[in-house]
């Protein structure tokens, strides 16, 4: 993937908004058949859900310098057929995996312009660098034409766990290292630390992103730093010690830092406490549970590596920050679900916690009852919220779609479902599948019920296996409800950001690389629960 120039960029965004609009024109969208032209069926004040209520279509449209209406009136349409799932039952079949694995290389390691070449021509190069979304106008987005720092190494770590070309991989994950290294070591002109930047530029490697944007963002450090021990243990693994010496972890604070690993964790272990954005860059607090509980998987991985280097000193400042972390917790939960922050409660962002920064120590397990409250919660909230999924109900479409948190306004049509936070909610629960097989032991009743009515069933699981089929039931609803809104031929697997709230159209930042390693992270942990 190669960001494009300015002038072959604006004539292809002219192109794709031309055929975008033939398309919506020229077909009706799920659930919903519109007049064309657009004929009013309320009032200026109109609300969305008294727009339903009467039957009408609410289709909102932004910008809107013809002022045309947003509650319009159906037209006598044939509505499309219920929804049918895959002969082989799978939500995504090794084909079609294999396909959204292609989108996500596409991603990855994008080529970078520079000037090194004779006589200053522009060269290629293998960066390292992983884009967002090589989109560069998502409507209300804007570019997603750069690294940040979060999105890139959650997609790293996800691709080393569900690629299994190990060469590749291999070859994908030294590159980002050089990447990293670069950004590290560049100056920041924002008057903060650059381990705490968003994002940097591309395809010019190694610059912070200078323009207005919510910062710091202290989770980066610890998933950064996470990814690469995930890539360190797998090189010692391989007697590649060498690499891990010279630029993860070198022992010396000339060189590198001390290496790309403990430049980032000695940030964490200092300044976990301290104010930040939320996983959005819309709000700051200094108890996100996203970023406490990610930093401290970060701090206790990275505990393990000082040790298996040799710096006992370090490993025993990290496990005290994470002790530290530890105890303030519990505190996110109160009695009903895992809030994220006192100024956002009801928030996917803890989801998406669970799946990544769990430590097999019982601090949150996937089966226990504060996971199961927290996905109850948020999937009640979500299936009110949106439209798509009353209208996906009655296709008979299984699963729930999943938005950012309650109160979300950030979308062309509306704040919609977020693949990456559904494709996260379907991912927990095939882990609370895992985890009661790894147990081999149902969990206590009040968590068992809550588990009950997450998957609608008529009587409680009584043994392991009947639980881990019920949450193998569960995920792959989820999964076939994002599957029915990216299965058209006009699609073809390219996951977006967003679907839109009414229609369930896919909206906002176009194939973004978080989807795509969701999606799939999601699918592999299927694989382990049937395994």
């Known amino acids: 993937m190669t960001c494009l120039p300015s002038r072959l960029l604006f004539v292809l965004i002219l192109l794709s908004a031309a055929i975008l609009a033939v398309h919506a024109q020229s077909h009706p969208v799920l659930g919903c058949f519109p007049d064309n032209p657009r004929t009013d069926c309320g009032n200026p004040t109109i609300t969305q859900q008294q727009c339903l209520q009467k039957g009408c279509c609410w289709l909102p449209v932004n910008p809107n310098p013809n002022n045309e209406p947003w509650c319009v009136n159906q037209t006598m349409g044939v509505p499309p057929p219920p929804f049918s799932p895959p002969a082989d039952g799978l939500p995504f079949n090794s084909t079609e995996r294999a396909l959204m ?41 804007g570019n997603y034409c750069f690294a940040w720092i979060r999105d890139s190494a959650l997609s790293m770590r996800a691709l080393m766990n569900t690629n299994n070309d190990t060469t590749k991989v291999m070859s994908l994950m030294k590159n980002y290292v050089n990447w990293v290294l670069t950004n590290q070591a560049a100056d920041d002109p924002n008057g903060i630390d650059i381990r705490t930047e968003p994002k940097f530029t591309l395809p010019t490697p190694g610059y912070p992103f200078t323009g207005g944007w919510c910062r710091p963002q202290t989770d980066g450090p610890g998933l950064r730093a996470t990814t690469l021990i995930q890539f360190a243990n797998a090189l010692l693994a391989n007697q590649q010690q060498s690499f891990v010496q010279q630029y993860l972890w070198t022992g010396d604070s000339s060189q590198y830092n001390g290496g790309a690993i403990k430049f980032d964790l000695d940030w964490v272990a200092a300044n976990w406490a301290s104010s930040g954005c939320d996983l959005w860059e819309e709000i700051q607090s200094d108890d996100f549970f996203w970023n406490r509980y990610t930093m401290r998987y970060a701090l206790v991985q990275g505990s393990a590596l000082a040790s298996a280097m040799g710096d006992s000193s370090t490993a025993a400042s990290y496990t005290a920050a994470a002790a530290a972390i530890n105890a303030t917790l519990s505190a996110h939960y109160n009695g009903q679900f895992v809030y994220e922050s006192t100024n956002r409660q009801e928030d996917s962002a ?7 920064g769990y430590l097999n120590d019982g601090i949150f397990a996937p089966d226990s009852q504060e996971v199961a409250g927290t996905l109850l919660t948020l999937a009640e909230l979500f299936h009110g919220m949106f439209y798509i999924n009353q209208q996906d109900d009655k296709q008979k479409v299984p699963g729930v779609l999943f938005g950012r948190y309650q109160g979300d306004t950030y979308g062309a049509g509306g704040a919609g479902p977020w693949i990456l936070c ?15 097989l790894r147990k081999n032991a149902l969990p206590p009743l009040t968590a068992l019920k809550l588990w009950g009515r997450l998957f609608e069933v008529s009587t409680l699981p009584s043994t392991p296996a009947e639980f881990a089929a019920a949450a193998l039931s569960a995920g792959d609803g989820i999964l076939m409800r994002i599957r029915a809104h990216v299965e058209a031929p006009a699609i073809n697997f390219r996951l977006s950001e967003q679907f839109d709230p009414t229609t369930g159209a896919e909206q906002s930042a176009q194939s973004l690389t978080w989807s795509y390693s969701q999606v799939l992270l999601a699918c592999r942990h299927r694989d382990m629960l049937v395994a």
């Open 101 to 141: 694995m292609s989108y996500f290389l596409e991603n990855i390691n994008v080529c970078c312009i520079d000037s090194s070449g004779p006589d200053g021509t522009e060269q290629c190069q293998n960066c390292g660098g992983v884009v967002a979304a090589p989109d560069y106008n998502t409507g209300p987005g």
């Open 422 to 436: 559904t494709g996260a909610a379907a991912q927990a629960m095939y882990d609370a599948g895992l985890e009661v």
């Open 350 to 356: 803890v989801i998406i916690a669970f799946t990544v």
